[in-house]
C-alpha cells in the first residue's frame, strides 16, 4: 500500500512478494539474536479479505489535490478478493505471525498509508484514519500504542490526535535539515542526495537519542538510520555503510541512548540472502555491545515502559 502511487505489480510486485517471503526470516532473526523490533503496520492488512477491508474504511476521508495518493479507489476497484488470490494488497496472515512472535510489536503505520502533509488532507479525516486502524486492530486482539508516520510526514496536529486516541509513542525524525517532515512535493533531489550521502558519510551529528515527551505529549523515538538495500549491493559503499551504523550504534551503548535501525519489508524483497546476511552481522554486533555496555533491544512501546509512561 505504501508504494502504489509509484510502483505497479508489474515492476515491483515481485520485490512485494521476496518482502513476504522474508518476514518469517527476519522474525526467526530477530528470536535468534533476542531482539525486539515494532512493525508498523498499515491498518489494511489487518483486513481478512476485501469485503472486510470495506466495512472498515472510515466514511470521512482525506481528498488529497493528488489523486494518485488515495487509495480507496484501488481498494474498492483494483484489488482481488482475499490474500489468496491477492498477496500484494492482503497480508493478515503475516499480521498474526507477528503479533504471536515473542518481543514483537504491531504499531500502526496509520489505516490507509495516510499523508499528513499532503494538500486536501484534514484533520477530520485523519482522526478518522486512526479509529479505523485502532478497531481493525483491536478485532485482531492488537493494542496500538505507537505509530511510524508514511514517509515521516507528521505535523503537530496529526501527533495531538494520535495522543488523544492512546497512541502516545511516535517514531520522529533526526534533528537535521534533510530529515525534517515535508510533503511530496518538497523532497525533492537534492533533500534525497543528501540523505543519501548522509547514511555513509556523517553529514549529520550522531542520531542516536534519549527518548523525550515532547510539547504535543507524545513520547518521540527518533528515527536513526534508515537500513538502505541499495547500499549493500555497492563495494566499498556497502563497507562504509555498515561501519557507519556500527560506529552510532556503539555511540548510543556508551552513551546509554536508543539507536533506532529501520527498514521496510519490501527493501529486502530482492537479492533477500544478501541483505539479511547483513542484517545478521548488525545483530551480531548488537549482541556484542550488549555484552560490554550493557544495550538492550526495545520496541517503541517498551520505551513507553521504561518513561514510566506505558
Known amino acids: 500500500w505504501g508504494v502504489r502511487d509509484h510502483r505497479t505489480i508489474a515492476d515491483y510486485g515481485d520485490a512485494i512478494m521476496g518482502g513476504r517471503a522474508a518476514i518469517p526470516r527476519m522474525l526467526a532473526t530477530f528470536s535468534k539474536h533476542r531482539v525486539k523490533a515494532t512493525w ?3 491498518g489494511f492488512l489487518f483486513a481478512r479479505n476485501r ?4 466495512d472498515h474504511a472510515p466514511a470521512l476521508r482525506p481528498r488529497y489535490a493528488n489523486a494518485k495518493l488515495d487509495p480507496y479507489p484501488s481498494a474498492i476497484h483494483g484489488i482481488g478478493t482475499s490474500e ?3 498477496p500484494w494488497h492482503f497480508g493478515r496472515s503475516l499480521v ?5 512472535t515473542e518481543g514483537q510489536e504491531l504499531a500502526t503505520h496509520t489505516h490507509s498509508h495516510y499523508y499528513c502533509l499532503e494538500p486536501g488532507q484534514t484533520g477530520a479525516a485523519f482522526r478518522a484514519d486512526i479509529k479505523a486502524a485502532m478497531t481493525a486492530a483491536a478485532e485482531a486482539n492488537v493494542t496500538l500504542q505507537s505509530i511510524v508516520f508514511p514517509r515521516n ?3 503537530d496536529e496529526a501527533v495531538r490526535i494520535c495522543v488523544e486516541n492512546g497512541i502516545s509513542c511516535v517514531r520522529g525524525n533526526p534533528d537535521a535539515y534533510m530529515y525534517r517532515p515535508r510533503g511530496q512535493e518538497e523532497t525533492g533531489a537534492a533533500v534525497r542526495f543528501l540523505r543519501t550521502v548522509d547514511s555513509v558519510l556523517p553529514l549529520t551529528p550522531r542520531t542516536s537519542a534519549r527518548p523525550k515527551r515532547d510539547a504535543r505529549g507524545a513520547l518521540n523515538v527518533p528515527a536513526s538510520r534508515f537500513f538502505c538495500p541499495r547500499f549493500l549491493k555497492v563495494p566499498g559503499v556497502s563497507e562504509a555503510f555498515l561501519r557507519r551504523i556500527k560506529s552510532e550504534m556503539l555511540h548510543a551503548a556508551q552513551n546509554d541512548e536508543i539507536y533506532h535501525l529501520w527498514w521496510h519489508p ?5 537479492d533477500t540472502d544478501r541483505h539479511l546476511g547483513r542484517l545478521e552481522a548488525i545483530l551480531s554486533y548488537f549482541e556484542r555491545l550488549a555484552g560490554d555496555h550493557g544495550m538492550q533491544s526495545v520496541t517503541m512501546a517498551d520505551c513507553l515502559a521504561i518513561a514510566g509512561e506505558g
Do not use: Y
Open 266 to 270: 519490501h527493501n529486502f524483497g530482492r
Open 40 to 42: 508498523a503496520t498499515v
Open 51 to 54: 469485503a472486510d477491508l470495506l
Open 84 to 86: 489468496a488470490d491477492d
Open 96 to 100: 498474526d505471525q507477528i503479533r504471536d
Open 153 to 155: 510526514q507528521m505535523s
